[in-house]
């Protein structure tokens, strides 16, 4: 582009590299989606569909960056994993986090209508979004426990909180009320001894929520082996916390 006397204030634009050799974490946030799931009806405690559309907005993602090695997503948000020696746009932070949040905020808008046929959207979404980059692989692991355990701290709260309004007739006060002071072991005797639930029986997406990693194709685990294996971004609702994951995906984090 020519040079112009004005161009010098090009130079007030600073890099911002995220720093060599670490983790990012890329995580991105609904904006305001209390609001958002109000004034669009989502069921309580968990719109399915909409669990379905934040998936596969997320897939796309994935299918554009390769460097996403491992994403988790629960409610309004989703965590991606880009692997430690990613050089994704020079490792621009400002580049990274604003290209993969209108990536995804695009796509949540694109497939809104295979979600919700019978619901046009009312006004436009938005998500927030940030990198957090970590040294070291335990970091990672405590990264996605952390995720893991808050999908499950929150989803026992809802599931008992709109168990008490939906079937138990408490007003929403009233509900907040009873819950105020209780442990998990409590929450569960709730919802069985008065609602008959058993909380693990309900659906693993909604106590573990959504892990998109990559997975070799099967067929071509016995292919030629100097040809790059063709890969498939699978969709699982598992523990992430225990070893079990990790020890099962040694290449995850190299
Ligand atoms: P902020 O802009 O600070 O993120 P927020 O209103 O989005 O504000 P969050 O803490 O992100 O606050 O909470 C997300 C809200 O969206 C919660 O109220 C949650 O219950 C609701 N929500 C998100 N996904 C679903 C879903 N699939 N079904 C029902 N409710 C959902
Ligand atoms: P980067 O991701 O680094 O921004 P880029 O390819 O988007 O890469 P830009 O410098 O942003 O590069 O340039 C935007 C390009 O889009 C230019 O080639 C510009 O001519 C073209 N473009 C943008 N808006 C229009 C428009 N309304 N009509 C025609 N061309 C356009
Ligand atoms: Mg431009
Ligand atoms: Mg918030
Ligand atoms: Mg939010
Ligand atoms: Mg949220
Ligand atoms: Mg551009």
Redo the contacts with the bound molecule.
Sequence with gaps: MANSKYSYVKNFELPDPVLPDTFMLFRL???????F?DVHG??????FR??ELMDHAARSVMEEYPDIVLAFGE???YSFLLKRSTSLYNRRESKIVSTLTSLFTSCYVLYWPKYFPNKPLQYPPSF?GRIVPYPAEKHIRDYFAWRQADTHVNNLY?ATFWALVQQGGQTTAEAHATLRGTFSKDKHEILYSRFKINYNQLDARYRKGSILLREEEPENKKASKKAKPATRIVLLHCDIIKDDFWNERPTLLA
């Design positions: 946030d609904g904006h305001s989606f209390h609001r799931t989502f069921e309580k405690p968990n719109d909409a669990l409610s309004d948000e927030d809802n």
